[in-house]
């Protein structure tokens, strides 16, 4: 009674912890407790305030002054009056007028720098999202994996218990019944396996999501993605070229790594800039006024008006050399832009070609399943009546268990193929469809 009431507690405490999810909420959960996510989001607001910073150095300096100076013995003025303190107070206030630019450059400089990490912010996001629907979809492929090979073992198991039939009343030989008995072990063994598999992807997406205890997820409407996959393979080769066209234009725009490395360029053309500013004079505009007296006497001001030019001559040497360094690293600026540009222009391309690719391997492997169920069926009927043997019907059963796992295959290749493309372009799989059916409807 006591084992009773502990299972029954288990079992509670299971259904309790358990969470259902959906594609969304996997998004949404991924992206809140990601210590990634967290740390980009950090260092896009110290980005932010260090920008606010420098802003600072675009305005005047101002500060106030007050002194108490007491002597002992005392002070003798030139009236001949013998004092023994002196008060003084007063302001000051500068404004650079020119140092080189490097004040406003700086300033632009920090604010490249925090545009720069909101971009690697969006890129952080999209990976994470990216990731957690890749777990997402593993998960979803692993469990239909399962469900064939149950299927299959339960085939395995009703071959077998003919073939047993068959071998006791001397239609079919020992060898062919050890093929079927074999067979089904190996299904079995097979199960196993995709057990175990289903079991470690649930594993890697709870850790992925940072969820404790068991983990269920919802899966797709079939319905909606099957109608979505038709649309894409409607496309002929023109729309595809052109959907390519519009997507390369959506990406080039959008995808963050290309922002980063753009302001990659666009900082090492103001440090260029700072640099070549070195050989022009500074120029500083500074205000002060004072108050001073001795002891209870009247106060005496004076008001001071400087501006400042100043121009280093040497040495020279030092400041050429960072001219040829911010040059250098300019052009280094410029060949990684390009690079990151020609990368991404060719994933943007491999990935809506493989996405279509894919959505016509889920038709094509849609029929190949519908033929090798039919077949199967008739196989089954005929190896019942001892009119094929169980080396045919085994042949059959290996067809239909690898186009059932062709088309759940196809199935995930298509939405990580999509997820790939919004990982590459910076944009929701709603704004990329309504590109393709767009083009659809064109034609």
């Known amino acids: 009674m006591r084992r009773v009431f502990l299972f029954l507690l288990l079992f509670v405490a299971v259904l309790t912890s358990a969470e259902t999810l959906n594609l969304q909420q996997v998004r949404e959960i991924a992206l809140r407790n990601n210590p990634t996510y967290k740390a980009a989001q950090s260092k896009t607001s110290a980005s932010k305030w260090s920008y606010r910073q420098s802003m600072m150095g675009l305005i005047p300096n101002a500060k106030l002054e007050g002194r108490y100076r007491s002597t002992e013995p005392g002070t003798t003025l030139m009236t001949g009056d013998v ?8 302001f000051s206030a500068s404004q650079p007028i020119f140092v080189g630019g490097s004040i406003w450059l700086g300033s632009r400089i920090s604010r490249d720098s925090w545009k720069i990490a909101e971009a690697s912010l969006q890129n952080t996001t999209l990976s994470v999202v990216a990731e957690a629907e890749t777990k997402y979809f593993n998960v979803l492929k692993y469990r239909d994996l399962l469900a064939i090979a149950e299927k299959n073992l339960e085939y395995a198991r009703g071959n ?3 073939a047993k039939t068959r071998f006791e009343s001397g239609t079919i030989s020992q060898a062919d019944y050890l093929q079927m008995q074999s067979d089904r072990a190996n299904k079995e063994v097979a199960l196993l396996q995709m057990q175990n598999l289903v079991r470690v992807s649930r594993a890697d997406l709870a850790n992925h999501l940072q969820i404790e205890g068991e983990l269920t997820i919802t899966p797709l409407s079939s319905e909606e993605l099957l109608s979505e996959i038709t649309g894409v393979k409607a496309l002929s080769q023109p729309a595809v070229e052109q959907a390519v066209t519009r997507i390369l234009t959506l990406g080039v725009e ?3 790594s290309l922002k980063i490395s753009s302001l990659g360029v666009s900082i090492g053309k103001k440090t260029r800039l700072i640099a070549q ?4 004079p500074s120029i500083a505009l500074s205000y002060s006024k004072e108050w001073s007296a001795w002891e209870d006497e009247a106060h005496e001001d004076t008001a001071t008006l400087m501006l400042n030019a100043s ?7 030092g ?6 360094s911010a040059k250098y690293s300019l052009r280094q600026a410029l060949m990684n832009h390009r690079t990151a540009e020609d990368g991404v222009r060719l994933g943007i391309t491999n990935a809506v070609y493989t996405m279509v690719t894919a959505a016509s391997s889920v038709e094509t492997s849609k029929i190949a399943l519908d033929f090798s169920r039919e077949t199967f069926r008739q196989m089954e009927i005929r190896f019942r009546n001892n009119l094929v043997s169980a080396t045919d019907m085994l042949n059959v059963q290996i067809m239909l268990s690898a186009a059932e796992n062709q088309y759940s295959t196809a199935l995930y290749d298509y939405l990580e193929a999509k997820s790939g493309l919004m990982l590459l372009t910076g944009a929701d799989q709603t704004k990329l469809l309504k590109i393709l059916m767009a083009i659809e409807l064109e034609d």
């Open 83 to 90: 004092m023994d303190y002196q008060t003084t107070y007063g």
């Open 160 to 162: 077998e218990f003919i």
């Open 254 to 256: 959008q995808n963050p």
């Open 277 to 280: 500013g070195q050989f022009l």
């Open 311 to 317: 121009m280093s001559t040497f040495p020279m040497f």
């Open 319 to 324: 400041k050429f050399a960072r001219v040829q």
